[in-house]
């Protein structure tokens, strides 16, 4: 029961990952963007667990980070439904300025645990390197650069929730 209310507010997966998944992989779409105007606190919970809802009954899931005014999503599962999902989400007024940054088929999911995993960096303390990281998703560094900053943030998330 408590660990079932602990899953739910953390995004993570009460039930194993369906294997809907096609036998060769799963297909991922990941992108970022930016808010029409910065989200609250409440703002952000109940778009959470809308996206979540939905997420379960469509069998995809991922990782979204964010600072309640930046995402940097990745979505995956089935094609169609991380396709479908990716259109309503693009189509969302909430955010703008919705740029693609991987958009195929994967081997394996990376979170398969989580029907919607979050990080929100803005509850970091101000000096932690990983604000710098997520910023660097958005700013004109390198493409080596910003493949670098991904890969500390999910490997953050995922000690963090691990
Ligand atoms: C940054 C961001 C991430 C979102 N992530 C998801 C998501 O993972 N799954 C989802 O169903 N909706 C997500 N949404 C909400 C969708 O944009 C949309 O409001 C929702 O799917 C309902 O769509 P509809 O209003 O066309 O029915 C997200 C919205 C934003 C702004």
Known sequence: MLRSLFNRLSGRRNTP??????PQGCYTVC?????TRPFSEDEMNSLLL????RNVSAGIGGLLIHNRFRFW???EG?????EAAFARISRDYRHDNVITIERGPRNARRFPDFEMGELDIS???ED???RCDFEALFSGTTESDKAEAAERLTRFFKWRKG
Request: proline share 17%; glycine share 4%; no cysteine.
């Open 17 to 22: 990952a369906p294997q809907a998944d096609p």
């Open 31 to 35: 992108y970022r963007s930016e808010a």
């Open 50 to 53: 809308g996206a979540r809802m």
């Open 73 to 75: 999503q990745i979505l």
């Open 78 to 82: 089935p094609q169609d439904y991380v």
């Open 123 to 125: 509850t970091m303390p």
């Open 128 to 130: 932690d390197p990983l």
